[in-house]
Structure formats: C-alpha cells, structure tokens
C-alpha cells in the first residue's frame, strides 16, 4: 500500500521562515492522528547558519519532545546536505534517538558522493534514511551521478525523485523511474512534485502507478515557491479510486487553519512560476522577485525567457554621458504627498525652470507633463509599462529614459517611442547594495548630473503601524541608500514634504 508522507512544516517553512503558530501546529498534529498519512516532517535540523531560522528549522529538543508526545505517526527530519557533514551527525542527530523515525537528506546530484557518506554515518545511528535528491528533470544527462546510484543499497530505506523546477509532466514521471529502477531495483522509490504547472497531482498519482512506494505532500500545498500537491487533494483522489479511507472532518478543520495562512503568504501557482517550471529555472529567484512589489509579472517573466535563453539581457543600450550640469534636482517618488502637494511643485518648477527632475517612479509623473523642466525617468523592471499606462500612450518625448547598467537582472522593456532617448548608465558607484532599485538610480543621476542641491517629493514612508513586509523591505531598501549617498557624496537629500525617513526636511510652501 502506498505510504504517505505529510511535509507541510518543513516546506511550508519557506514562507513563515519556519516558525509556526504553537495552537496551529496542535491542530495538525491532532488531525493528521485520524487521517492515512503515515509520516510527519516536522523540520530540519542544522549546524547553526546566518540570519534568522525558526523553532522547526532547528527543533530544539523540547519541540520533538512534544511532536512525539501529540502524534501516532512516524515522525521525519531532512537534512541539508550542503550544510551537514558526517562529523555533525553525533550532535544533530544524538538528542534525536526515541523520537525521531525516519531522517532525509536534500541531496544536490553533483555532490552524491558525499552525500553518501552523511547517509552512512545517519544509518549508523540506527534512524530510517531517505535519499531526496532534487532536480530530476536534469538527470538524465547525469551520467557521474547516475552510475553512483548503486551505492544506496543498503543505505536507504526510500530514494526520492524531487521535481524541483515543478516542470516535468506525466511522460517524464514514468521515464525517470525506469530510469532509476534500472540502477536500483531493489530501492522503495518516492516523489516530491512541486505545482509550477499544476500537474504536482498528476505527477505523484503517476509515480504511484509506476510503482513509487511513498509520496510527498502538504496541507493547502503549503510549500517553497509554487508549493506542492496538496494532502488533502492527493487523500481526495486516492479516496475516490478506493485506495484509502478517510475521515474528512479533521482534514477539513486542518484545511481552513491553514487556508487563514495562505490568506498572508499567498503561496501556489502563478504566472512566473509557470514559466520557471516550464523551463526548469529556480524557484527561489522567483520567490523573490513575486515579493518585491516593484517587480511584475511582466519584469519576472522577462527575466525568466532570459534564463531560459541563456542571455544576460535582452537589450543592448548606449552609455549614458550627457555633460549637462544642474545645481538643483527633485527626485520625485510614488508616495500620495505629491498629488497632496501638485500646485506647489509645479508653481516652483515653472520659476525655476533650471531644476531638473528625477522620476524614481512614473506613478506621479503626468503631474509634471506640461512643465518645462529637463526630466529623467528611472527605467527600471516594469517602469516602462507604467509609463505607458500613466500618460496613456502619449509619452513625454522630450525626456531622457536612464536604465541601470547592463546586465539587468529582470531584463528591459523599453517603449518604442522611447528608445532613442533612453541610455544605460556605465556604473552604480555609492553603493554596494540594490543597485538596480528605482532609488538608487535616481540618486545616481543626480550625482552625475552634479548636482549641489538634492530635493525628494513622495518619498513619505510609511507609520510604524501600517508597514507590511514588503513595505518595510522597501522603507528599509530606500533607508540604506540614502545613508550610503550622503556618506559617498558628502551632499545631504532634504525632503520637500513631510517624511518618516530619517532625511532632512523643509516645506515645499516656504519656496513660493
């Protein structure tokens, strides 16, 4: 009978950085006791690593403790082998004994060897060992990896087929296990799908058929970029064939807890990831760039095909080198202060017509489409589709378009009409940091235009209170940045309207 493995708090750890609320996690452990999945994944276990990982990153002693104590299942933690080596196994895996059943390894095929090794040294300690090694739709070109595969016998209990990219389809399934059982018969084989392309259901109920012993899944599909098949479609399934019994009451009540979470994270499938599975790129660029609220579909997809093509950028432009000099700019960005403030900014510009303006963001800029000024867009990402949007196609064709220098991470788009007036600029030179932000190219041109006095409009940030993750990263983005041009360029950015950066400010009315 086919064994099911449920991973939705190590997977779904990408999204809460493995933390977990402790009445949530009761509520799954106390539901998956009356469903047919036979193991939990509860997390890793790891060498400590940079930055912040949570409590099921870690499972300190005390959260197995209480795990094992909840649960008539068998319970799994996976290791990263590129993090672990043998020598760590006695102090990761020690406190482990009596609680822990089952221990996997996420295993990049070009370090198979040693991850044999790490494998050894787990058995030895008496525990279940899985094998997940990640990217199967490449493997077959594989040949050093393949031929080791003989080496698992006797060394692991499940060998698992991981559709990383969450691109192979049913056809590719069934290639692949024969392709494995020809080097390890004897191996119980399992399968980790990912839904890129909404074929993660598919592809684990094929890899049953093919005769796959175990398979992954995770409540909602809870799970690193695209997620994974969801536990409780998969039970749906196998419950409709006859295969499995199951009591849809305490799925459903686990259903709803985490279809409250997915409300914040909003994980599954979308239109970048589609394309990432397609052609077999990284899920965790994507991750990224989804979360960036300055990318869009658009700007990830380009710099998706990018990959796939093998090209570092889609567009080739001339280096920007106008000599022009202004004392004087205002960097205008997307914040609401400057429609707040329109007649006061326009009454200025047309005053003082030798002031250039620096558009960090289209959002504001027909505001400024009559005025007379020398204006500068930052064409960065999906900049030059909200151009399009924001002057309806009438574009400002007395402008100059600056993009960051080549090669682009999220690729260009460019307006045809604006073509012959954009340039890329040649180097990013204050700051080592967010180099192809809308800030930082603003404050690039405003150091080559040599400008003495450096104004911001709707630059506002955001009350404590109101700021969402993707706020705060931008606030924190936009901080950073400001901080490193004053230190650089010794000029200091004093903002026209009122702000909660920690820039100087002076009010737009005390000009007119």
């Known amino acids: 009978m086919i064994k099911i493995l449920d991973c939705t708090l190590r997977d779904g750890g990408y999204y809460t950085n493995w933390d977990f609320d402790r009445k949530l996690v009761d509520t799954y452990i106390h539901a998956c006791n009356n469903l047919p999945v036979d193991y939990l994944e509860v997390g890793y276990r790891s060498v400590p690593l940079e930055g912040y990982l949570g409590e099921y990153f870690y499972l300190p002693l005390y959260v197995m403790e209480r795990l094992k104590e909840q649960t008539n299942k068998k319970l799994v933690i996976i290791l990263n082998e590129k993090d672990i080596r043998p020598e760590h196994v006695d102090s990761l895996l020690g406190p482990c004994k009596g609680l822990i059943d089952m221990v996997r390894l996420a295993i990049d095929p070009n370090q198979f060897g040693r991850a044999i090794a790490l494998a050894e040294a787990v058995k030895n300690m008496g525990f279940e060992v899985g094998f997940n090694v990640m990217y199967m739709s490449k493997w077959k070109g594989q040949k050093a990896f393949l031929e080791l595969l003989p080496k698992v016998k006797g060394v692991a209990d499940y060998f698992y087929m991981v559709d990383s990219y969450g691109g192979v389809y049913p056809q590719d399934v069934k290639e692949t296990i024969q392709l494995v059982k020809s080097y390890i018969p004897e191996v119980p084989l399992g399968f980790h799908g990912h839904n890129n392309m909404e074929l993660a259901l598919i592809n684990t109920l094929t890899a049953i058929e093919e005769g796959c012993e175990i398979v992954d899944a995770t409540i909602t599909g809870m799970g690193r970029g695209a997620g994974n098949v969801k536990t409780e479609l998969l039970l749906t399934a196998l419950n409709a064939q006859g295969k499995l019994e199951v009591d849809f009451n305490p799925l459903s009540k686990i259903v709803d807890g ?125 900049e ?129």
């Not at 979360?291 to 001339?318: C, H, P, T, W």
């Not at 007649?343 to 005025?371: C, G, M």
């Not at 990263?473 to 000029?491: D, Q």
């Open 258 to 382: 985490f279809a409250e979470l997915q409300k914040s994270y909003e994980w599954g499938t979308n239109l970048p990831y589609m394309v990432s599975g397609a052609h077999s790129l990284p899920q965790k660029d994507v991750m990224d760039w989804v979360g960036k609220r300055y990318y869009s579909f658009n700007s990830i997809i380009r710099a998706l095909q990018n990959q796939a093509k093998g090209v570092a950028d889609n567009e080739n432009m001339l280096i920007w080198n106008d000599e022009s000099i202004f004392d004087e700019v205002i960097i205008v960005g997307g914040g609401p202060s400057v429609v707040d403030c329109k007649d006061a900014i326009v009454n200025y510009l047309n005053t003082n017509k030798k002031v250039a303006i620096i558009h960090a963001s289209s959002k504001n800029a027909l505001i400024f489409k009559s005025v007379q000024n020398k204006q500068f867009f930052c064409l960065v990402g999906n």
């Open 384 to 512: 030059g589709h909200r151009m399009e949007d924001v002057f309806s196609g009438d574009l400002p064709l007395n402008s100059i378009c600056i993009l960051p220098p080549s090669p682009r991470k999220m690729g260009t788009y460019i307006p045809n009409p604006l073509k012959k007036m954009s340039y890329e600029l040649a180097t990013n030179s204050f700051s080592d940091k967010f180099q192809d932000s809308h800030t930082a190219i603003a404050l690039e041109i405003a150091l080559k235009l040599e400008a003495v006095t450096i104004y911001t409009v709707g630059f506002d940030g955001y009350s404590k209170g109101l700021m969402n993750e993707k706020a705060q990263e931008l606030f924190a983005e936009n901080s950073y940045l400001f901080e490193k041009f004053s230190e650089k360029s010794n000029k200091k950015i004093i903002s026209l309207n009122e702000t909660s950066y920690n820039i100087d400010s002076k009010s737009i009315y005390a000009f007119l």
